[in-house]
Nanobody, 113 residues
Framework: EVRLEESGGGAVQPGGSLRLACVAS????????MSWVRQAPGKRVETVAH????????KYEEFAKGRFTISRDNSRNMLYLEMNDLRPEDTAVYYC??????RGQGTQVTVSS
């Protein structure tokens, strides 16, 4: 059974930082590309960033470029998202995802002054 469990969310002020983490189990983590996606209230799910199975190649949505960094540690089955210069519009539930069908329970990120 694929299991993904996110952590690290919270409430921060604009300009603040958070580091999200996701622990994966139930599959060979190092064989799969992974993504972070998010869903803001009343909006569709959107991709934030993607990383290939080995961690050498990353892609970011335009809003995340220069502010967010996706990384992984295959030895620990961990996926990370470092988020800096957070903005109110980054407020959402953030999910670790393997493909379009496997997602964790999410972690809430709230950016507000």
């Amino acid at each position: 059974e694929v299991r993904l469990e996110e952590s690290g969310g919270g409430a921060v002020q604009p300009g603040g930082s958070l580091r999200l983490a996701c622990v994966a189990s139930g599959f060979t983590f190092s064989s799969y590309s992974m993504s972070w996606v998010r869903q803001a209230p009343g909006k569709r799910v959107e991709t934030v960033a993607h990383i290939n199975s080995g961690g050498e190649s990353t892609k970011y949505e335009e809003f995340a470029k220069g502010r967010f960094t996706i990384s992984r540690d295959n030895s620990r089955n961990m996926l990370y998202l470092e988020m800096n210069d957070l903005r109110p519009e980054d407020t959402a539930v953030y999910y670790c995802a393997r493909g379009p069908t496997n997602r964790g329970q999410g972690t809430q990120v709230t950016v507000s002054s």
